[in-house]
Nanobody, 123 residues
């Protein structure tokens, strides 16, 4: 499963972002897609996951009330929207996939990763 993330950039505090994870390969049809991020000097943080039936699972309490995901199975893409960003949201954001139809309740180390996109929150 090949994944490409787009949509990063500079966001003002209080603003929002939308990232898109575009997949290639038939594996997408039976793969859950997760979102992760890593800030400089910090461990990678698992944010959320969307299953093949678009059921959403939130892994990080820090984004639970600010995050939304959609899944387009025909277009093989998943989007992540996050609102009310602050400086602590600055990080490289990644999407990853795993050949499982249901998202685990706890963060799952997915095998297929896209290259990350930088999101910087600053005025």
């Amino acid at each position: 499963l090949q994944l490409v993330v787009s949509g990063g950039g500079l966001v003002q505090p209080g603003g929002s972002l939308k990232l898109v994870c575009q997949a290639a390969g038939s594996e997408f049809d039976y793969s859950a897609i997760g979102w992760f991020r890593q800030a400089p000097g910090k461990e990678r943080e698992a944010l959320s996951c969307i299953a093949t039936d678009s059921k959403r699972t939130i892994w990080a309490d820090s984004v639970a009330d600010r995050i939304w995901m959609t899944r387009d199975n025909r277009g093989k893409m998943v989007s992540l929207q996050m609102n009310n960003l602050n400086a602590e949201d600055s990080a490289v954001y990644y999407c990853a996939g795993a050949p499982i139809r249901v998202c685990p309740r706890v963060p799952y180390d997915m095998p297929d990763w896209g290259e990350g996109t930088q999101v910087s929150v600053s005025s």
